[in-house]
């Protein structure tokens, strides 16, 4: 049975080309410590670490590759952007029911510590993620700080980012962007965008390995930095760096990782990408319409794919969500996930707590037949009763 | 402004150090982009936050720093080489990668 691989918003399988290689190179010829030390190795490493985070900040929109942090990933770049920005005691934020864990356990975490407190954007309507006017009613003289999702990685729905970012300069608090849905299916410029933060992971849209991620700061913003240590530079400073990036980079940087997102990016930036947003909006039209027509499946999220990321949510009437998408990879050899997709809220406002729902999401290489076979699949689950009891972890959605 | 090899090492050329290996790769990578020569070298004497300097032929300097300036990368300070190379904390003054 081959596999048909519908968890790209989990992570993206099969990487952009040239990422294996990449990361090999940085256990070769450049397999120096980056930015300690001042031997050939140690400069190629540096060297290639740059040129990754410059491909990147060219894919991306950023004309200063120095303003793009690498981190341990998208929850280590949130955490980052929420902590330095809130204050210790008192405070108020603002996000949506639609937030990951990466963004809600954080934000919670200081609510309980600083007794501070938090807004959260109701759903608007027609599956959007918000409504900006209640953003604006929402803003209040104390709040330190915005944290929304570019896209929902439950519904796929897509947020007015640019939106927001006016309405958050205009009444001059921060705001910081969860880009991990976002992140290489949506064109962006972050240069231009009116945002402050910006964090995604490198191992979805982006394409490249898990364990890497990135923060970036507008111009002028700098943090506390989360995590101290050794940079490298001015060791007998007792202070870390006041600059980006090396102000949140203490430590040796995961050099395989950014190596093989610097080469994802460089596959990126050889696509079009508005080319990859159309096949993207007619894959997710297909699975929208294949799931739509069976009887006793539900879809969840916006009704229009072009208001969406390339991410589906459903249930089956009569299955625990654990059980379907059991049942798609032993029967089907389909890979979905199942359960809260670590967005809780998000789940609230669906109605599909306790379970969650079952959830699609395309890549780059999804094919016709991978679009045909999921809702066929479907079809003969939904016409049958469950044969595979829930998982208990995929029930409260681990 | 040389296209093709470094500068020659020794006291016709300036070192120029900067805040962060990020800043210092950019100011390498911008200046191999315009054609100008440099090289990579362990920090001067005189020290460099990151431990490494960009050395430039001191003939070059005015160019490579108007390059500089229109990327936005702003060197914390312009040293002039020492006599027998470039003893740095990274040891024996060798140029450790070198601009096109």
Redesign the interface.
């Given at each position: 049975m081959g596999v048909i691989y519908l968890d790209h918003a989990a992570t993206a399988n099969p990487k952009a080309p040239g990422v294996g290689p990449a990361m090999l190179r940085s256990l070769g010829d450049c397999n120096g410590n980056p930015g300690h030390g001042a031997h050939r190795l140690s400069v190629a490493a540096t060297l290639a670490v740059y040129e990754a985070r410059a491909t990147l900040a060219e894919l991306l929109g950023v004309r200063d590759p120095g303003r793009l942090a690498f981190t341990a990933g998208a929850t280590a770049a949130l955490n980052q952007a929420i902590r330095g920005s809130l204050p210790e005691h008192g405070g108020h934020a603002i996000c949506s029911v639609w937030e990951h864990n990466a963004v809600l356990r954080p934000l919670l975490e200081w609510r309980r510590r600083s007794g501070g407190t938090i807004t959260f954007l109701p759903p608007g309507p027609d599956g959007a993620p918000f409504r900006p006017a209640d953003l604006e009613r929402a803003i209040q003289a104390d709040t330190a700080l915005i944290a929304l999702s570019a896209a929902s990685n439950v519904t796929g729905a897509i947020a007015p980012v640019a939106e927001a970012g006016e309405i958050a300069r205009a009444r001059g608090v921060r705001l910081l962007v969860d880009g991990s849905q976002a992140a290489g299916h949506l064109p962006v410029a972050l240069d231009r965008l009116p945002v402050d933060l910006w964090a995604c992971p490198g191992h979805k849209g982006l394409l490249g390995p898990q364990g890497v991620g990135l923060l970036y700061l507008r111009e002028g913003l700098e943090l506390p930095p989360l995590v101290v240590g050794g940079g490298g530079f001015d060791s007998a400073r007792e202070d870390p760096p006041d600059e980006a990036p090396e102000r949140y980079e203490a430590g040796t940087q995961n050099t395989p990782g950014i190596l093989g997102l610097g080469a994802a990016a460089a596959h990126l930036l050889r696509q079009d990408p508005h080319a990859a947003r159309a096949r993207e909006v007619r894959h997710l039209d297909a699975l929208q319409r294949g799931l739509g027509r069976i009887a006793g499946v539900r879809l969840h999220g916006a009704a229009d794919p072009r208001r969406c990321v390339g991410v589906l949510s459903f249930a089956v009437a009569g299955w625990a969500p654990g059980a379907v998408a059991e049942t798609l990879d032993r029967r089907f050899g389909i890979c979905v996930r199942a359960g809260l997709h670590c967005a809780p809220m998000a789940h609230e406002a669906l109605g599909t707590l306790p379970a969650g729902t079952v959830r699609a999401s395309v890549g780059p290489w999804t094919t016709d037949d991978d679009l045909a076979a999921l809702p066929e699949a479907v079809a003969w689950i939904a016409a049958r009763a469950p044969e595979i009891a829930a998982p208990a972890e995929a029930a409260r959605g681990a | 402004m040389p296209d093709g090899g470094g500068p020659a090492q020794g006291a016709a050329e300036r070192r120029l150090v900067f805040?962060?290996?990020?800043?210092?790769?950019?100011a390498?990578?911008g200046l191999q982009d315009a054609g100008c020569g440099c090289e990579?070298?362990?920090?001067p004497p005189e020290g460099?936050?990151?431990?490494?300097a960009l050395a430039v032929a001191a003939a070059d300097l005015a160019a490579a720093l108007a390059v500089l300036d229109a990327l936005?990368v702003v060197p914390q300070g312009i040293h002039p080489a020492g006599p027998g190379g470039l003893p740095?904390?990274?040891?024996g003054g060798r140029p450790?990668?070198r601009a096109r």
């Open positions: - | 805040r962060g290996v990020t800043a210092l790769a950019r390498f990578r990579i070298t362990a920090a460099s936050p990151c431990g490494l936005g740095g904390d990274g040891g450790a990668a």
